[in-house]
């Protein structure tokens, strides 16, 4: 046992390393890959100039923010994912679990019905991270002080078919119907006609919930002996359970808000990453982010590749790959108690 854990340790900043390989090469596509015809070359001018042609103003207004968005969005969803499987110790929790995305995709859905988000451009990722704000404080009245993943799990599902329920409830009583399809189109996800705005909105919340997120990896790494064993090791699950919350609400809360519903990212990317970490959640906090900043980054490019006449929605092609694995994922677990 000391063996293979002195090796995981040793493979971990191979693995980092290769993931990192990948995230730069995903952001590069995503900056050079898209309907406008323009060489690599052209953008490296436009990088290093001050020239304000077509290429540039792709670049810095289109492209830029876009796979910016893409990193801390995909990062966002790997991080939350491996942190509240290992929390929860259900190899099939992800971040919607807990009812922010639901509650933060409501918010947004809000702001386009009553019309904010026609007056002013930041009134939807405002109504999004409201929405999960006020989603995390139901779900902490609920789960009140019991510890308990089974209380925790069902407080979330209670705030999600709820948020759900009253999201359909706004598509129903649209009266404008380029409304009700522009909400379903949000709620799609999607990475595309983002601007720095959104990125500066964002990033101070996806940064800060991403901060809080790290700070619980040693206590993770003691849950797995147990609840009593991380409590005599002197970790108070409260407190983690408290920081887990409040971290999965800032950044995901913020990156649905400005990004819209992208799921199955933090199910699927954990679950790759596991056994090369050695099911240590420490080690797989950090995989599992930039695992997900690779695999979105990478799916936004493949929408553009596979529709550019009419972008297929990132959150349509992650659920494409992410409910087939889910459904392999069930199957194995049925097949342990068999």
């Known amino acids: 046992m000391g063996k293979e854990h002195n090796l995981i340790l040793i493979g971990m900043p191979v693995l980092l390393s290769a993931l990192t390989v990948l995230v730069i090469i995903a952001f590069v596509a995503s900056l050079v890959v898209g309907p406008a015809s323009i060489n690599p070359l052209e953008f490296l001018g436009a990088v290093i100039s001050d020239d304000a042609g077509t290429a540039s103003l792709i670049f810095f207004e289109i492209r830029l923010p876009r796979a910016i968005l893409g990193l801390m969005v995909g990062a966002t969803l790997g991080l939350t994912g491996a942190a509240l499987q290992g929390f929860l110790r259900n190899p099939l929790a ?40 006020l989603g995390v404080m139901v779900i902490q009245l609920l789960a009140g002080r019991s510890n308990s993943p089974l209380t925790f799990i069902l407080a979330g599902v209670a705030v999600t078919s709820f948020a759900a329920a009253l999201t359909s409830l706004a598509l129903n009583m649209a009266e404008n119907p380029f409304a009700a399809l522009e909400i379903m189109f949000w709620l799609m996800g999607s990475l595309a006609d983002r601007s720095f705005e959104h990125v500066w909105l964002s990033a101070p919340f996806i940064l800060l919930g991403c901060i ?15 609840e009593e064993a991380a409590q005599t090791m002197g970790f108070d699950m409260g407190k983690v359970r408290r920081r887990l919350v409040f971290g999965t609400a800032l950044s995901v809360g913020a990156a649905t808000s400005v990004a819209g519903a992208i799921g199955f990212v933090g199910l699927v ?41 009419r972008e297929l929605k990132i959150g349509v092609l992650t659920a494409l790959i992410g409910a087939p694995f889910f459904l392999y994922l069930v199957l194995r677990q049925r097949r342990k108690f068999l």
């Open 212 to 226: 809080a997120l790290m700070t619980i990896a040693r206590p993770l790494d003691a849950l797995t002996l147990g």
């Open 94 to 133: 992800e971040p919607g679990i807990i009812g922010v995305s639901a509650s933060a995709s409501l918010g947004a859905v809000i702001a386009f019905y009553f019309g904010l988000a026609g007056l002013f451009a930041l009134a939807l990722p405002l109504g999004g991270m409201l929405g999960a704000g």
């Open 269 to 309: 990317v954990p679950h790759l990453l596991r056994r090369l970490t050695g099911n240590r959640p420490s080690l797989l906090l950090p995989a599992s982010m930039l695992g997900g900043a690779a695999l979105t980054l990478t799916a936004d490019v493949v929408v553009r590749l596979v529709s550019p006449g």
